[in-house]
């Protein structure tokens, strides 16, 4: 029915191009996939209020079929996280105003106080209300999740980051037509006073029920921008990646170097190569400034540097969970990570060398920091992915603007592109937005 992408925080017009009917006191972010709107202000109220139908019969919201996505992240931690969350209860979609006698008409998708759980409930104005589902949520700062709410008056469902969560009964309590006539708020209740606190974006609005491969296939298409977007990275992963050291010789690596191991000491006498390597003799010192860790690489071959990953969190499969990369360490050498690390858990994995496709990252660095099938050196645009993730570009997308021969590109020193084609090699530098431009031979 209709989207917002927040590309324009002028006016705050959807992207069918229909103004709000009225907003206050919002904020600007650039984390996400570009601008997200914030909805968070202390002092002050703060709304984002949009007509439910437009004069030119254009539906915004329905309340009695259809579906609601949306991205999030909050300013504030779940209480199981050690946070206070929203303090209040925190509207992320909700048209209506919430009476304890049920008396007006109210509908909306919602957090409560501590942050622990999350709501859809209605109320018709006629004395009934009900609460269709609830699940529990542990969320952190800063940290974007998609959600998508799909109602039917079979069924009501509920998908945190692309995997089904709940269900509840159809939907058949709703407000009336004159109390959605007043609109409809993202982010807020009617009065502002209640926030989400946090950060929405690309919210998108349907009028029947998505079934879970689109919802799970949004959630994948963009999730290397709000989970793996070098711009969210600190916030999202809640640990810092280490500085690399791309090398272009012999071959190209470009995440690579000690990055924030720090060598201890090395095992000069029965150190085992094997064909496996593994962590041992690991050790956790608290200190004023965190958690300092030291461990041993073992196994593996002499030479060869493996990559060590850190996450806050386990996934099943491993590949799922966010990952950073902390550094490259060599068999029998004992390390520590360095600065001292400020999460509550942390868990480490080593990931061989091997870049069995030459795109200039290890496999184990797409599969657990992109989430990217190895085999997809490039994105159709002749870019290896190593170069993309050295500008700070997504190695998902197609970044050139040059229409013919996107295959014949060799790289120079720097990384730049170089056509093969005609009896002139062209070169090609980049814009602000990582497309190519074609200069003159």
Partial sequence: ??????????????????????????????LGDGTS????????????????????????????????????????ASQSQGGDGPGGWGPLIETGVFTTNASYGWWSLYCDPPGSNIFFSAQDGLGDETNYLS???????????????????????LYIDGCFVTNGPGVTIYPSPEVLSNG????????????????????????????????????????????LNPANAANIAQITQAPSTPE????????????????????TSGCVTSSNVWITNTTATVTTNGTVITFTIMGGSNGLAYDVFATPALTQ??????????????PCVTYSILPALTNSAVYLILGTPQD?????????????????????????DGMLAGWKVLWGMNPLINNT?????????????TGRLESLSGTNAETFNFDAEGNIQQDQP
Avoid: K
Avoid at 65 to 76: C, N
């Fill in 135 to 157: 699940a529990p949520i542990s969320w952190s700062t800063n940290l974007f999740h998609h959600l998508a709410l799909t109602y039917s008056s079979t069924n009501t469902a």
């Fill in 356 to 380: 069995s496709y030459g795109s200039g990252l290890t496999d184990a660095y797409q599969l657990l920091v992109l989430h990217n099938n190895p085999a997809n050196t490039n994105s159709g």
């Fill in 317 to 330: 499969p491993l590949t799922n969970g966010i990952w950073t990369w902390m550094g490259q360490g060599n």
């Fill in 401 to 413: 603007t040059v229409p013919s021969q996107r295959a014949n590109y060799v790289y120079d020193g």
């Fill in 1 to 30: 029915m209709d989207y917002w992408s927040f590309s324009n925080t002028n006016t705050w017009q959807t992207d069918l191009g229909y103004s709000p009917l009225s907003y206050a006191n919002l904020g600007v972010s650039l």
């Fill in 248 to 267: 272009t010789a012999p071959t190209f690596d470009a995440i690579s170097g000690a990055g924030d191991l720090v060598a201890i000491s090395t095992n």
């Fill in 37 to 76: 709107v914030v909805v968070d202000d202390s002092t002050n109220a703060a709304w984002l209020q949009y007509n439910v139908w437009e004069s030119d019969g254009t539906t915004n919201l329905t309340v009695d079929i259809g579906s609601v996505m949306l991205w999030f992240a909050p300013d504030w």
């Fill in 184 to 227: 409809m708020w993202l982010g807020s209740d009617s009065t502002g006073s209640n926030q989400c606190h946090g950060i929405l974006d690309d919210v998108s609005t349907y009028n029947y029920p998505l079934d879970a491969g689109t919802i799970n296939g949004s959630f994948s298409m963009y999730e290397i921008f709000y989970l």
